[in-house]
């Protein structure tokens, strides 16, 4: 499995940004996919995860209301929708994939900068 994740990039307090993850492998219909983000200093944190059907989100609470995962199984895509943002949503956005829901999290794509100034 390899992930390339793009879509970041410098925004102002308040914007959107989509963040893509491209897929490239066999069964993407059959992983569960998630973002997570680093900030400044910070340890990485979870930030949103699909199931593989896609009917079933989980997003952390502190980007709850404002950010969406979704994922385009035909297209072996993955995306984070992010509204309204922060200045402490500034940080590398990375994608990941697991097989099983009870699987660490065992592929990582490179990361994407996302920087939101005030």
């Known amino acids: 499995v390899q992930l390339q994740a793009s879509g970041g990039g410098s925004v102002q307090t308040g914007d959107s940004l989509r963040l893509s993850c491209a897929f490239s492998g066999r069964s993407f219909s059959l992983y569960n996919m998630g973002w997570f983000r680093q900030g400044p200093g910070k340890e990485r944190e979870f930030v949103a995860s699909v199931i593989p059907s896609g009917k079933s989100t989980n997003v952390a609470d502190s980007v709850m209301g404002r950010f969406t995962i979704s994922r385009d199984i035909a297209k072996k895509m993955v995306y984070l929708q992010m509204e309204s943002l922060k200045p402490e949503d500034t940080a590398v956005y990375y994608c990941?994939?697991?097989?099983?829901?009870?699987?660490?999290?065992?592929?990582w794509g490179q990361g994407t900068q996302v920087t939101v100034s005030s």
């Open positions: 990941a994939a697991k097989f099983r829901s009870t699987d660490e999290w065992r592929s």
